[in-house]
């Protein structure tokens, strides 16, 4: 089957979030001379995603996001000495200059757009953070456009996200679109409240709860080019 429009998002779907994120902590750790332990980075990996979901059910802004997940972790690892803005500051300068792509994603990118889709990138993310991670890859040349959250000014997986997507692109989405990620919250969600096609990136292959539309659950991206021949 062929859409007209790809929405795929980035972190964990396109690039290895995960393993970037990990490379930053530790060098930003390491420049305010705190101890970047497997310890210290899993503490900090479940305050930040609290956060983010926080984000996502609109209950703090992108700005309170940034702080209050360093607020909340610089104090359990005893390093209350330092300013949760500078070591925010310094993580997200680390992050951007580290990217790591998925297995299978510079195929994927290649394959759906040599079926004449046109592709999108829709993301949870800082925008300068993300332009850095992006700009040097070669699948880039075959993405449209770019919507991150802090740019459009709403989140995935707000409807409100995807009325601005629509707006740019001039065209509605509904019945001709897929989007692509590795969120059940973020982007399936997102991709029901707008009503298009989902296409959930399940590596662990988990157990999709019922109230999620899963229109493509795939454990590899390149999967999915064996459910669209």
Known sequence: MKYKYILLDVDNTLLDFSAAEKVAHKNASLKFSLPATEENY??????????????????CSREELVIKR???????INATHIDAK?????????????NVLMEGATELVKYLYDLGSTL???TNGF??????????????????DVFVSENVGFAKPTIEFFKEVEKRIGDNLKGK??????????DIQGGMNIGID???????????????????NIQKLTDLIKILN
């Open 198 to 216: 989902t296409c959930l990136y399940n590596p662990e292959n988990l157990e999709i709860p019922n109230n999620f539309k899963v229109d493509y």
């Open 70 to 76: 360093f607020e909340e972790y610089l104090p359990l």
């Open 86 to 98: 500078e070591f925010n500051s310094c993580f997200l300068n680390e992050l951007q200059y580290t």
């Open 127 to 144: 925008y300068k953070v993300q332009k850095n991670r992006l700009k040097d890859l070669e699948l880039t040349k075959f993405i449209k």
């Open 120 to 122: 999108y990138i829709v």
């Open 42 to 59: 899993l503490t900090y990996k479940k305050i930040n995603a609290k956060w983010w979901k926080k984000h996502e059910l609109l209950q």
């Open 177 to 186: 679109s897929l989007i692509i990620g590795d969120s059940l919250t973020s």
